[in-house]
């Protein structure tokens, strides 16, 4: 949410970050409105004849709970299946990744609500929901209560079903996030074994990070000799100390000059010859001749290098525990949801 409801929810606001659902994530996206009438066939009518797809201890998980969450991905499911066997199969997928998602949303509230060795059972403040609320007028409806009326008519819904909803999204994403933030914590032995392990994901390429200045003819500047001289002037304040960055910022005719000649990491094959050729033989910190082509002439700086060949443990150790905690994470929270499935009551249809 936006930076009202962080601050009034600033003591969730760890187990918040990064929380989504493991599958569908229907609760993290904005509001959608209901799928228009004659869109694409979602096939739940003919799955649920009774309108009923689950029953998630006293909550009955209905067609339209589904719809609403799915209706937005039917056409492009269509769109890229390529037959119709696959749209089925990919929608049918889809159906039961969010039937499951419901339920477990469910589940999930419960366990925030039950009591617990005698604590009375929490509860989210009103003042979190009405500033969740505030914030949904403002970025999707632009303070405009009517449009936001207009849209709970639409999908059939009363303003304290809405706020019950929201509620149950901030429970939801609140006990996401503590799972997830559990599991924060990675032995050097398991990096290590990691990285022994997936050798073959850390073999780089040889790459420059590129700064360039780019430099075109103008009322000053008529001849490619006149261009050279002014890159070589720029040169000189670079080498006696000014910021390749600084000097892009005041020089460069580029797209990049804003962002001080800045143009990431290249490597051989994303480049002209004309420019890797003599960018690939700098070393770090340097910058290159003057070099002339048909659209200027470009002064090119190695602002860092990688080599060719396998990195290091120690230049890739933050990225393995990164994907370590999120596959732990991922680990706790299916093991934490299978728990509360079997000791939930739950019926499918």
């Known amino acids: 949410m936006m930076s009202t409801h962080r601050r009034c929810f600033a003591v969730f606001a760890l187990a918040l970050a990064g929380s989504a659902l493991v599958s569908a994530q229907p609760f993290a996206a904005p509001l959608a409105a209901p799928a228009p009438t004659g869109a694409v066939s979602d096939g739940l009518n003919s799955r649920f004849a009774n309108g009923i797809a689950a029953i998630a201890e006293e ?32 929608l049918e997928a889809l159906q039961d990744s969010v039937i499951q998602d419901l339920i477990d949303k469910v589940l999930i509230i419960k366990e925030f609500k039950k009591e617990k060795d005698g604590k009375e059972a929490r509860h989210i403040p009103e003042s979190f929901i009405d500033n969740k609320i505030a914030d949904i007028l403002s970025e999707q409806f632009d303070n405009d209560r009517s449009k936001f009326l207009a849209y709970l008519r639409s999908r059939g819904q009363t303003i304290r079903e809405f706020r019950k909803d929201q509620e149950e999204d901030i429970i939801y994403r609140y006990m996401t996030g503590q799972q997830r933030k559990s599991q924060s914590l990675v032995s050097p032995v398991r990096i ?44 000189v304040r670079f080498r006696a100390g000014t910021s390749f960055a600084d000097l892009a910022k005041e020089f460069s005719v580029g797209t990049t000059r804003l962002k001080g000649g800045e143009s990431g990491w290249m490597n051989r094959t994303s480049l002209k010859k004309e420019f890797s050729d003599p960018l690939f033989l700098l070393k770090k910190g340097d910058i290159s001749e003057p070099l002339v082509t048909a659209d200027g002439c470009f002064l090119l700086f190695a602002e860092d290098r990688k080599y060719a060949g396998t990195q290091s443990i120690d230049e890739v150790r933050d990225q393995i525990e990164r994907t370590l905690v999120t596959q732990m994470a991922r680990s706790n929270q299916e093991r934490w949801l299978e728990r509360l499935r079997r000791n939930g009551y739950v019926k499918h249809y």
């Open 59 to 90: 909550k009955v998980i209905t067609v339209d709970d589904v719809r609403r969450e799915i209706g937005q991905y039917a056409a492009q499911i269509q769109r890229e299946a390529r037959n119709e066997k696959e749209f089925n199969d990919k």
């Open 192 to 235: 290590e074994t990691f990285y022994r392990e997936n050798k073959d994901h850390f073999v780089q390429e040889d790459s420059v990070h590129l700064r360039m200045i780019q430099l075109a003819k103008n009322d000053d500047l008529t001849t490619d000799a006149q261009l050279v001289a002014k890159a070589n002037e720029i040169a």
